[in-house]
């Protein structure tokens, strides 16, 4: 049985309503998919890839806008220079383990070139989650085959919430964390925007 939402146990947060979904997927075209690795031997494993696709199809042959903010001052969020420079982003977002940050770049470089081996250049956004007390960090879990999995499980509908992805092992102020999710639909000028969210 699925664990249930906030407001299936009938609490609200804020006054706008949600999408359909109250989901990141309800922005049209945005996609989402995980991988999650949970075993305990050779090394234990409580980690994961979180892929966010911000256009159906090929980014990099269709840009979107973008930009970011430092939270916390001490995240390690690659690519982040471009989108500051450019407003652009042209890669799947992904999210993972503090020292798995790397591979999941590359593989995001090598994925886009292997869509359009005419691209010159590529600085793919990876965000890190600190997974280190639930998961044995240093036994580098995260393959090249696990990143491409999660971009193959990308798609839109419902997004799976929890312990999965890239927030498998997360903990938040001594509580279990995880991923979740949320959409907003707000009106202006007499037009309907949705707002998703992923954390």
Same mark, same amino acid.
């Given at each position: 049985?699925?664990?249930?939402?906030?407001?299936?146990?009938?609490?609200?947060?804020?006054?706008?309503?949600?999408?359909?979904?109250?989901?990141?997927?309800?922005?049209?075209?945005?996609?989402?998919?995980?991988?999650?690795?949970?075993?305990?031997?050779?090394?234990?494993?409580?980690?994961?890839?979180?892929?966010?696709?911000?256009?159906?199809?090929?980014?990099?042959?269709?840009?979107?806008?973008?930009?970011?903010?430092?939270?916390?001052?001490?995240?390690?969020?690659?690519?982040? !220079?471009?989108?500051? +420079?450019?407003? =652009?982003? @042209?890669?799947?977002? &992904?999210?993972?383990?503090?020292?798995?940050? /790397?591979? $999941?770049?590359?593989?995001?470089?090598?994925?886009?070139?292997?869509?359009?081996?005419?691209?010159?250049?590529?600085?793919?956004?990876?965000?890190?989650?600190?997974?280190?007390?639930?998961?044995?960090?240093?036994?580098? !879990?995260?393959?090249? +085959?696990?990143? =491409?999995? @999660?971009?193959?499980? &990308?798609?839109?509908?419902?997004?799976?919430? /929890?312990? $999965?992805?890239?927030?498998?092992?997360?903990?938040?102020?001594?509580?279990?964390?995880?991923?979740?999710?949320?959409?907003?639909?707000?009106?202006?000028?007499?037009?309907?925007?949705?707002?998703?969210?992923?954390?």
């Amino acid at each position: 049985m699925p664990r249930p939402r906030l407001r299936d146990l009938g609490i609200t947060i804020g006054t706008l309503p949600t999408g359909p979904l109250n989901a990141i997927t309800d922005v049209p075209g945005v996609w989402v998919g995980h991988t999650t690795l949970i075993y305990d031997e050779p090394r234990i494993a409580r980690t994961g890839v979180t892929m966010i696709v911000p256009r159906e199809g090929n980014i990099l042959a269709d840009q979107c806008f973008a930009g970011y903010h430092s939270f916390n001052g001490n995240g390690e969020m690659t690519g982040t !220079h471009w989108v500051a +420079e450019s407003g =652009l982003l @042209a890669t799947p977002i &992904a999210i993972t383990n503090t020292h798995q940050v /790397g591979i $999941v770049r590359d593989t995001l470089v090598e994925y886009e070139v292997g869509l359009d081996p005419r691209a010159e250049w590529l600085l793919p956004i990876v965000a890190e989650t600190y997974d280190g007390s639930l998961n044995d960090i240093n036994a580098f !879990h995260i393959t090249k +085959e696990h990143v =491409l999995a @999660a971009i193959a499980a &990308a798609g839109s509908g419902p997004v799976a919430e /929890g312990n $999965v992805g890239g927030g498998t092992g997360m903990i938040c102020h001594e509580f279990k964390g995880g991923i979740g999710t949320s959409s907003r639909v707000a009106e202006a000028g007499g037009e309907h925007y949705t707002v998703g969210a992923l954390v």
